[in-house]
T-cell receptor, first 111, second 115 residues
Framework: AQRVTQPEKLLSVFKGAPVELKCNYSYSGSPELFWYVQYSRQRLQLLLRHISRESIKGFTADLNKGETSFHLKKPFAQEEDSAMYYCALLGRRGANSKLTFGKGITLSVRP | DTEVTQTPKHLVMGMTNKKSLKCEQHMGHRAMYWYKQKAKKPPELMFVYSYEKLSINESVPSRFSPECPNSSLLNLHLHALQPEDSALYLC??????????????FGPGTRLLVL
């Protein structure tokens, strides 16, 4: 079974403050993890994936297999970062794949 | 074209109606997905089509009937829905390979209200 846990529902910070959105996973195979973001009235879109080791909009996420975590971090939050963030795990079922989402966290960045 | 498009944007239907949701992509992706998303909840997988064949059905009630006429199109036929089926229905697509870099791209969704 594959499971993604985002322990917090809401994170509210002031502009310029550091942000860490937590994500833990449970999966028996080799995990493929993603962060998706959903801005108000916009479609769900990929923010970053662990395999690319990239930084998008100042966000980074490192896969820690020992702690089974994939926390999303940004050193200085901006107001435009306010959105719903979902951590997701891609699990394999034979030749098929299934994307399982965490419950999501609302990030609110105040001026 | 690097987008997944969905029509209609909004749909209101009665419990006795028959309607269809449409999804289209022209990225050459061979896997397409239907998700259901209730308010302030994560998307939940309903169906997966791989190379135009249904490969995953997450125990979805038969009042939802998916169809993949070709590699670019995915439909979801709705019949005799219940008010609790009201939700945002998301379509997504991906390359469809076992490449670990496979990423799903989402459409804007169809917001469905069942009266």
């Amino acid at each position: 079974a594959q499971r993604v846990t985002q322990p917090e529902k809401l994170l509210s910070v002031f502009k310029g403050a550091p942000v860490e959105l937590k994500c833990n996973y449970s999966y028996s195979g080799s995990p493929e993890l993603f962060w998706y973001v959903q801005y108000s009235r916009q479609r769900l879109q990929l923010l970053l994936r662990h395999i690319s080791r990239e930084s998008i909009k100042g966000f980074t996420a490192d896969l820690n297999k020992g702690e089974t975590s994939f926390h999303l971090k940004k050193p200085f939050a901006q107001e435009e970062d306010s959105a719903m963030y979902y951590c997701a795990l891609l699990g394999r079922r034979g030749a098929n794949s299934k994307l399982t989402f965490g419950k999501g966290i609302t990030l609110s960045v105040r001026p | 074209d690097t987008e997944v498009t969905q029509t209609p944007k909004h749909l209101v239907m009665g419990m006795t109606n028959k309607k269809s949701l449409k999804c289209e992509q022209h990225m050459g992706h061979r896997a397409m997905y239907w998700y259901k998303q209730k308010a302030k909840k994560p998307p939940e997988l309903m169906f997966v089509y791989s190379y135009e064949k249904l490969s995953i059905n997450e125990s979805v009630p038969s009042r939802f009937s998916p169809e993949c006429p070709n590699s670019s199109l995915l439909n979801l036929h709705l019949h005799a829905l219940q008010p609790e089926d009201s939700a945002l229905y998301l379509c997504a697509s991906s390359q469809g390979s076992t490449d670990p870099k496979e990423t799903q791209y989402f459409g804007p969704g169809t917001r469905l209200l069942v009266l």
